[in-house]
């Protein structure tokens, strides 16, 4: 199997059990990470790694999410590793979400700002159509010493006042401002959710669709 390794604290987690299994269980599994983070701990873990280069399309990819509506729509970004994810989930045939309960809202952008990441050198012009949309912009690092995500490019966290009414529509909104390089909007791109509770119980949730 290939599997496409997600980023951030619950995967970190996630690593180590998929590390114990393939020792375990004697697993062929080769993974394709998100971020240079994914890779280091992989690697570390004695985990096999290849590339999308090497394998384009990919069975699984396991990853988390800082926000996830009903309708399975996800905010990412907030490890700063949302082209990669978003990349790496649109190659699998199937994409296992994995959060904690407090990560289920009504509604994206009401608890958590949506990452933008764009070219720096656009930077100002595309705030500037950003708010247009009606978003308050915040440079991740701020700019005396910006984030700067794997592949050198900075991170604008877009806080919208009333939450994102429509995922899908803002979503082809801002990849059509020039300069923006991916946002961290997952639409139709998570087909299950494991959701973790307090006491160590997990409901898992399918889409319907």
């Known amino acids: 199997m290939v599997c496409g390794l997600g980023t951030g604290s619950t995967i970190a987690h996630t690593l180590v059990r998929l590390a114990e299994r393939v020792r375990e269980e004697k697993l062929s599994i080769v993974g394709v990470p998100t971020s240079l983070d994914t890779e280091r701990k992989a690697t570390a873990l004695g985990l096999a790694l290849t590339t999308l280069r090497s394998h384009p399309t990919l069975d699984l990819t396991i990853d988390g999410a800082d926000e996830v509506d009903p309708d399975f729509c996800l905010t990412k970004g907030g490890g700063g590793a949302l082209l990669r994810e978003k990349v790496v989930a649109l190659a699998s045939a199937r994409e296992v979400i994995c959060i904690g309960r407090s990560k289920l809202v009504e509604s994206l952008g009401r608890t958590f700002p949506l990452p933008v990441e764009i070219v720096p050198f656009a ?40 939450g994102i009414q429509d995922p899908a529509e803002l979503d082809i909104a801002l990849n059509r401002i020039p300069g923006v390089v991916e946002n961290g909007l997952f639409v139709d791109l998570a087909h299950v959710l494991v959701i973790a509770d307090d006491d160590g119980t997990v409901e898992v949730r399918e889409r319907s669709n």
């Not at 009606?134 to 050198?152: H, I, W, Y």
């Open 123 to 162: 930077r100002t012009t595309i705030i500037v159509q950003i708010e247009k949309l009606g978003a308050q912009c915040t440079l991740r690092g701020g700019s005396a010493k910006p984030f700067l995500t794997d592949n050198q490019n900075e991170i604008l966290d877009c806080c919208f006042a009333n």
